[in-house]
């Protein structure tokens, strides 16, 4: 069964797990319900940011329960297929990657960020590339210049969750029960905050 975990950082950049769901199925309803239950532990405090995936599931429960709360994609996986969709001109160390990570990393306005993405495409012929125009459609869930008004603990990724997960995997075998798995996840914790 899937198992999500909500991670947060504290006042120290120091990574902090705040819950954990195991969910049967990824729907709109799930999604919700874990939320649901996620605000009441926490005396339904909403997040100001919360960093996913681009799962449509999560981005619909996301609106529907915690409405004021922003939702961003995490940037790592909206360029995951990138050099699967746009060729090799993606390729490490190429120009084209080079000015296209100044402009996702380094562009701090608006007007920088939309100038510069128009040269790119134009100079580099994605214009036309449907990847990229559809990349571009979403750009104020991921884009540095349009979330810089908003908290996110200088997280862009979900690095920390996937971090924590892989601590997890490492702790409890896939096969295993729910009891061992929680079992084992409450040792993690108490591991955790040791430190």
Not at 7 to 30: A, D, P
Not at 31 to 50: M, Q
Request: with cysteine.
């Amino acid at each position: 069964m899937p198992v999500g975990m909500f991670i947060g950082v504290n006042n120290h950049y120091q990574c902090c797990v705040f819950g954990c769901v195991v969910l049967r199925e990824e729907t709109v309803e799930s999604f919700e319900w874990a939320y649901e239950t996620f605000l009441s532990s926490v005396d339904n405090k909403v997040p100001k940011t919360f960093l996913t995936d681009q799962s449509r599931q999560m981005e619909l429960a996301i609106a529907s329960v915690m409405p004021t709360t922003i939702h961003r994609w995490c940037k790592w996986h909206v360029f995951k297929k990138m050099k699967e969709k746009v060729g090799n001109v993606y390729r490490k160390g190429s120009a084209f990657r080079i000015e296209f990570d100044m402009l996702i990393n380094e562009m701090m306005t608006v007007d920088e960020f939309e100038k510069e993405w128009d040269v790119l495409m134009y100079t580099y012929g994605l214009d036309r590339n449907s990847f990229m125009k559809q990349v571009y459609e979403v750009r104020v869930k991921w884009a540095k210049p349009y979330l810089k008004d908003n908290f996110c603990a200088k997280m862009c990724s979900t690095q920390r969750s996937e971090c924590m997960n892989n601590v997890l995997k490492s702790y409890v075998a896939r096969s295993a029960p729910l009891n061992s798995f929680v079992i084992q996840f409450n040792k993690i914790q108490g591991y955790l905050y040791l430190f």
